[in-house]
Structure formats: structure tokens, C-alpha cells
């Protein structure tokens, strides 16, 4: 089984104007021991390279490329002896608080894996073929001429993917197009399932997505806030099994 979790922004602080995926660092860091104590952590590459099919594997993967996955992520995983996958924009590279073609280099040179977020971090299923060519095509191409190595996935941003889009994807020589539908992956395949992370995850929602224990949907939390009222509901949430935990 290949658990896959996608992360957004590590913040040392976080504002009041945050998006619901902004994590804290030190939530993230509470996260990354629950996680390293629960499976083999591996990029994409290295399950392709080793086969790790009789164990657990989770994959750590990082989307927009934004500085914090320098600063705070690649630093951290290198403490603890963990890699990671992290999704950019060629649009966005060397761009105030985004990563600088210094940074991804390092990060590959000490064995993190680059993937593309599409070059202009635009909705891939809403776009023209032609629009959709150049952001999945010139991508990859930009970020194998920096590294010097094959790009192997793509992360759709908006988690928006079609048909179309995994055609092109794959055609266009990704292995791996990694999605935001929810759910485990029982092998490595074409597309990827993953979990997108909130701030509130403890051990206990962690637990939860290892056994399998969170699908029953949103219309659960619509009763019982209609039932209880925000605030009751906000005290006993962590402790129900709703898909997406929130």
C-alpha cells in the first residue's frame, strides 16, 4: 500500500488571512514523527527503483515550489534522514518567496525529487489543448534542462485532472500523475491518490487514514452542525471518521 500526502505551505507563524491547507511548523514536525514511525518515507523514485511491496510506503510530496519548502521542509527532512517530492512552477522560480533554481538543485543534489505543478500553475482540465500541451510539455522540459534529470510526475494544480489531461501527461513521457482524490494506492500506477493535509491533523486523524477509517463524507458534518451548532461540533470533530477530516 502507497499512502500519499500532499502538503501546501509550512509557516513559522501563521496569519489570519491563512488558507486552510497552511500548516504550522511545529504541527509539522509533530506530523513528520507520527509518519516516520508508521511506514518506509520514499520519494516516487526510490519505490520505482527498490519495489518496496511488502511494506507500508508513504510518499511526502510539497506543492507551489514556495520558500518555506526550502527553509523549513528541506531542512527538517534532511534532519531526520527523510526525502521528499516537491511540485513546481517554472512560472514562479527564482520569484519572491518561491524557491530559486539554487535551492531546487541543492534539494535534488542531496536526493529530493522535483515534479511539475504545470508551468503556470493554471486549471489543466479548464484550458485549451494547445494551452495544455505547453503547460505539461514546456514544464517538464524546463525542469530537465535545470536538473539535468527526467521528471517523472506531475501534480495538476486544483487537483484538476481529466481524461485529457492524463493523456497528454502521459504521452508526453510523465510516469506518475499524482492526484487529490482521496484514497491509499495499492501499487504504483498512472495516477496517484493522495491525501491533502490540514492543519488540525494529529496522531489520531494520522491513525485514521493508515486503517482506512475516514469514509463517510461531508453530509455526516452538515447534520450534526445543524444538529449541535459550531461550537459542540468544533469539540468532539477530531474524534469522527469523516473523509477529509477537517
Not at 489543448?129 to 525542469?143: C, G, R
Not at 484538476?160 to 497528454?168: A, C, E, M, P, R
Amino acid at each position: 500500500m502507497i499512502t500519499i500526502f500532499t502538503y501546501h505551505k509550512i509557516l513559522k507563524e501563521l496569519s489570519k488571512q491563512q488558507d486552510v491547507y497552511d500548516i504550522q511548523y511545529d504541527y509539522f514536525i509533530k506530523q513528520l514523527s507520527y509518519l516516520k514511525n508508521k511506514s518506509k518515507i520514499c520519494t516516487l523514485l526510490d519505490e520505482k527503483q527498490n519495489n518496496y511491496d511488502k511494506n507500508k510506503i508513504t510518499v511526502l510530496t510539497f506543492d507551489d515550489g514556495t520558500y518555506d519548502h526550502y527553509s523549513s521542509v528541506f531542512k527538517e527532512l534532511e534532519y531526520l534522514n527523510l526525502k521528499g517530492v516537491f511540485y513546481v512552477n517554472p512560472c514562479n522560480i527564482g520569484n519572491k518567496n518561491y524557491l530559486s533554481k539554487k535551492n531546487i538543485c541543492e534539494m535534488v543534489r542531496y536526493g529530493h525529487e522535483i515534479g511539475s505543478h504545470s508551468y503556470n500553475h493554471l486549471n489543466l482540465a479548464k484550458i485549451s489543448k494547445k494551452n495544455l500541451l505547453y503547460e505539461i510539455q514546456n514544464s517538464k522540459a524546463y525542469l530537465e534542462d535545470l536538473l539535468g534529470i527526467e521528471i517523472l510526475s506531475i501534480a495538476p494544480p486544483f487537483g484538476s485532472v481529466n481524461d485529457t489531461v492524463i493523456k497528454v501527461a502521459l504521452d508526453s513521457g510523465y510516469k506518475f500523475i499524482r492526484t487529490t482524490k482521496w484514497g491509499h494506492n495499492k501499487s504504483l500506477s498512472s495516477t496517484l491518490n493522495s491525501f491533502v493535509v490540514k492543519k488540525e491533523w494529529d496522531k489520531d486523524v494520522i491513525e485514521r487514514i493508515f486503517n482506512k477509517n475516514f469514509f463517510i463524507g461531508y453530509s455526516l458534518k452538515k447534520y450534526l452542525i445543524s444538529f449541535l451548532g459550531f461550537e459542540k461540533f468544533n469539540l468532539i470533530k477530531k474524534y469522527l471518521p469523516i473523509r477529509g477530516p477537517f
